[in-house]
């Protein structure tokens, strides 16, 4: 892998974003994800090689520590920036079809809902897996899910839900996808939703943390 490659990698894994950005301070007044993108791709690197080389291991990396309780939310929230501020360089390329991805995923946090701090996470991380994201943002009535489904054939539906009050809204949502579109993946998360509510709502698939929801988009 080249070396701006792996100083992408590097930086994305420990959340530093630009040049002025201070964290992490043994990284202080060098370049960040932001610039080392623009080189990268001045170099004639492919977008999706600074996407699959550098973005996907970094944040694979990012999620397997979140897991293991490694790191918490914060260092997650400066890798998911770090993130975004390469994205942004690399989005016109995806954007012109000139760069594949592999698949949509739609994400939402559910009516009456609007907790977005970890429907955030989780859709960064499966965008540093490769997916295109439609971010429906918070408080997501059933229509809205629907027309986006409508909108972007075979994509990957994601729900979140913090409060115990609106997984009754994620049930609702679920059913009326159901009812709507034949052979949809459903992925559900959040802190009060478990497997065995998953399966009580016909979902596909419960994941605690963002880590989980890429494997399983990834093997689908
Ligand atoms: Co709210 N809130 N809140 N809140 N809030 C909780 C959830 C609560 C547990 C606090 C408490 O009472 N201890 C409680 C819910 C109780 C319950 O339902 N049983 C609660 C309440 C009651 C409320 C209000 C009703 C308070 C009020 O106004 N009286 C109100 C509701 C507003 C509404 O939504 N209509 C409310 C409001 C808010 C704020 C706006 C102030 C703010 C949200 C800001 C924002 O999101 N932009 C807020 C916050 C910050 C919290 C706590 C403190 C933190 C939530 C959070 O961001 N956690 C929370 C208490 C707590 O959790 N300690 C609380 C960090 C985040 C990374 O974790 O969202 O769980 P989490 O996401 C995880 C996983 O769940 C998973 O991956 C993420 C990373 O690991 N995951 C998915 C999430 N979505 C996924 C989707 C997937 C897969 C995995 O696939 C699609």
Redesign the pocket.
């Known amino acids: 892998m080249s070396e701006i490659l792996q100083q992408l990698a590097h930086c994305v894994e420990f959340g530093k974003i630009d040049k002025i950005s201070p964290y992490p301070p043994d990284l202080k007044g060098q370049d960040g994800a932001d610039e080392l993108t623009k080189k990268a791709l001045d170099a004639c690197i492919k977008p999706g090689d600074i996407l699959e080389q550098a973005l996907i291991p970094a944040m694979a990396a990012v999620g397997d520590k979140?897991s293991r309780k490694v790191i918490y939310?914060p260092q997650?929230l400066m890798s998911a920036k770090a993130m975004s501020s390469s994205m942004k360089h690399l989005k016109p390329y995806f954007q012109s079809g000139e760069t594949k991805r592999k698949g949509k995923f739609i994400?939402g946090?559910v009516a009456?809902?609007?907790?977005?701090?970890?429907?955030n996470?989780?859709a960064m991380m499966i965008e540093g897996a490769g997916w295109e994201i439609i971010d429906l943002g918070?408080?997501v009535n059933t229509e809205k899910f629907l027309k986006a489904i409508n909108d972007n054939t075979g994509a990957v539906i994601?729900?979140?839900?913090?409060?115990?009050?609106?997984m009754e809204n994620m049930k609702k949502t679920v059913e009326a996808i159901r009812g709507n579109f034949n052979g949809l993946n459903i992925?559900?998360?959040?802190?009060?939703?478990t497997m065995d509510y998953c399966q009580k709502i016909n979902a596909d698939f419960?994941?605690?943390?963002?880590q989980?929801?890429v494997n399983y988009l990834n093997q689908l």
């Open positions: 979140f939310v997650m994400i946090t009456g809902d609007l907790h977005d701090i970890g429907k996470l989780v918070v408080d994601g729900l979140s839900a913090l409060l115990t009050t609106t992925l559900v998360g959040g802190a009060p939703v419960y994941s605690p943390d963002p989980g929801a």
